[in-house]
Each structure stands twice: as structure tokens, then as C-alpha cells.
């Protein structure tokens, strides 16, 4: 599943928009992040994995990679 389509999902279960996102990721950041980037990012799929890093923190999900080897 892309990036993109994560924080979409992410977004709808939180009742959240892009546009609140955007706002919350410029306070975290100090970075300027407006709707239209934001959005542009989520639908070509070129989010950075620490833009995804703070994408989870402000929607209070958690990035978790598991080693399938180990059992």
C-alpha cells in the first residue's frame, strides 16, 4: 500500500483534513506546509519517511516494522 493511501485512510478514521494537517505539520515543524503541497505529496507518493514520522505522531498512530524471520 503506497504512502499516500495510508494517510488518507489515517486521515478519514480520524475525521481529519489535509488542510488541518498542513496547519498541525507547520506548528511540529516550524516547517510551512500548506494544503496544496501537502496534498500534491500525498497523491504522487512522495511523502519523506519522516514526513510520515510526524504525519503519525499528530494522528496518534505509531510506525512499526516487524522482523518476519524472527518468530
Same mark, same amino acid.
Given at each position: 500500500?503506497?504512502?499516500?493511501?495510508i494517510?488518507?485512510?489515517?486521515? /478519514?478514521? +480520524?475525521?481529519? $483534513?489535509?488542510?488541518e %494537517? #498542513?496547519k498541525r505539520?507547520?506548528?511540529? /515543524?516550524? +516547517?510551512?506546509? $500548506?494544503?496544496?503541497? %501537502? #496534498?500534491?505529496?500525498?497523491?504522487?507518493?512522495?511523502?519523506?519517511?519522516?514526513?510520515?514520522?510526524?504525519?503519525?505522531?499528530?494522528?496518534?498512530?505509531?510506525?512499526?516494522?516487524?522482523d518476519?524471520?524472527?518468530k
Open positions: 500500500m503506497s504512502s499516500g493511501k494517510v488518507r485512510i489515517w486521515l /478519514t478514521e +480520524r475525521y481529519m $483534513t489535509i488542510t %494537517l #498542513s505539520m507547520t506548528a511540529e /515543524t516550524g +516547517r510551512k506546509y $500548506t494544503r496544496q503541497s %501537502l #496534498s500534491k505529496k500525498i497523491s504522487r507518493n512522495s511523502l519523506k519517511y519522516s514526513e510520515m514520522e510526524i504525519i503519525a505522531k499528530i494522528l496518534n498512530y505509531k510506525i512499526d516494522f516487524i518476519l524471520e524472527k
